[in-house]
């Protein structure tokens, strides 16, 4: 042993084998990639024709996953909570409910009309449908009950949307009117005739899309319609705060996470990009403008109109006259022309921030979590992700999609690929899945099993007498221990009985199996026995034809011969005459 000095400390060093490095490797290459599908951003696409829903990674534009026997129409896909999606079909009374990791539905179930837009609560508790009749229909996902069906609007519902808080259902139409329903009164079951909060009707045409801002019930809401504007509004005054006109009909809206910025989709293919911040104070500064303008114009006439004073006294009174009607028409015309200018740069502006790529109608618009990636559907079947910043395309998604894109949702990465079932086998769907399939009618029952309501502040005198004590959470907690353990001896018996009864009923189908066995054997034996029967009479009966046939055939008549047989029978009888000649002679002979 060597020495060591009293300040430094002996250092240990482990010896690692090569397999435990390897399998260390790996476990962390495992780590990161879950990591990074968990953490990274998919589009989930649908669309009318193609009776799939695809889900591509935002970032490499690879094919996650695939879910079938969807056809989807306009905003008619919505996620429940983070586990399922519901998707509406187009031109069909059905709604199909999926788990993330089956790619079949898991419930496929009617309602009473065509189905249209869908959306679901932040929480996952219920689900708001809108209708080419006008009416809205609220279930409860939990229980699958069918709370309240009411007449929101004169034509088909195009958009439907919850706001952040759930405070406000947002419904928009192609009548061009979009209403707000209070929430806590839709479930309410008490309120009979339902109103709407808040109404605006400034749109001329149908609208196409709309987007709730943060901020809940005290937020803003952007719509876009085919009158070629889209309109601001305040929720808090139900006022139009700013209408922005287009060069063509809008399809749809979206906008960044700091809304600052607004993109709208044309139906000319083409994105519109508008910044938020820099409406209002153009406005303004060319209100200053026209203000200093019409100031400086009458100071100008004032001071002519003073030095004409000194020359004419009668002709100042008409001079005068006269350049306060200049005065004013200067005014009108400064106005008209602030107006025409305000547009004009609007537009100026808009050429210059657009997004050209697509052939046809924009369909669909989403952005990223951060606000760099824009994403579009178009009718053309492309699916194009835009660099925001210089409005370049960075991939497209084309020639998977058969016809035009419906909607488009960016979502955190929700796949397992390791759960996630192919063919949809897999566990039962009642023990995995805490939900029910939709009601088609309401079932009008008082009595609920589980009602769902806001609760209001308690006060503080209430919240003293309901305090929490350590004896009554360990009342509780034997409570409903005692009832664990009763409700698994009762599944348990429940359970042993069926099995019971399985069991005999096994038993009496093998019975019943060895009885058609024994039929089987008689039946094969009675089946041998008419088969030797049959070729008896089969060959007695090729005899009896034969005898009829030779019966039948008359007795022919001898044929005639060849010439050389004529020549054998006649040297044949020659030779026999010439035989019966010789012979009395050879008697004769002998007798001599």
Known sequence: MGFVPKNKRVVKIKHVKLSDATTDEQQHKKNTTS????????????????????????????????????????NGFCTIGSEYFATSQVNKAMINIYNWKKDQPIYKTPIQEKSGPICCSSDGNYLVMGSASGMVYLWEISTGTLL????????????????????????AGDDGIINCWSFEQCL???????RARNSFSDHSLGITSIYCSYGGCNSRLFSVSLD????????????????????????????????????????????????????????????????????FNNNNNNNNNNNNNNNNNNNNNNNNNNNNNNNNNNNNNNNTKAA????????????????????????????????????????DGNCNIWDTFSRQIIRSIANTIKGSISSLSVLMNPIDSLNFNVNGTGENKKSSDPIAPLEKYSSNNIERTSVPIKLKQIDDQS???????????????????????????????????KIIELNKTILEFEKEILQFKKQIQNLQDTNNTLKATNDQLSKQFILYKKQQEQQKQPKSKPAKKSAQEIEETVAQETTTTQQITTAPNKKQKTKK
């Open 463 to 497: 919240s003293e007498n309901t305090k929490i004590t350590i004896s009554n959470l360990q009342s509780r907690i034997e409570n409903t221990i005692i009832s664990n353990e009763q409700i698994t001896n009762h599944t348990n018996l429940e359970n042993n009985n």
């Open 35 to 74: 990591l990074s599908n968990i953490t990274s951003e998919v589009i989930a696409i649908t669309s009318k024709e193609d009776s799939s829903l695809y889900i591509y990674d935002l970032r490499n534009g690879n094919l996650i996953a695939t879910f079938n026997n969807t056809n989807n129409d306009n």
């Open 228 to 295: 070629r504007t889209c309109k601001i509004w305040d929720l808090v005054t139900g006022r139009c705060i700013n209408s922005i006109i287009f060069p063509t009909f809008l399809t749809s809206v979206c906008l960044d996470s700091t809304e600052t910025t607004c993109y709208v989709g044309g139906g000319d293919g083409i994105i519109y990009q508008t910044d938020l911040i820099q409406l209002n104070p153009q406005s303004i500064q060319l209100l200053n403008i026209n203000n200093n303008n019409n100031k």
């Open 148 to 171: 309240r069906m009411w007449e929101a609007h004169y034509n088909k519902i195009s958009c439907i949307s919850f706001t952040k808080d759930d405070f406000y259902i947002i419904t």
């Open 188 to 194: 309410d079951r008490d309120v009979s005739l339902l």
């Open 340 to 379: 025409q200018s305000f547009t004009n740069e609007n537009e100026i502006g808009n050429k210059r921030k657009t997004f050209n790529g697509h052939t046809k109608a924009i369909t669909s618009l989403s952005l990223s979590m951060d606000g760099s990636l824009l994403i579009s559907g178009s009718m």
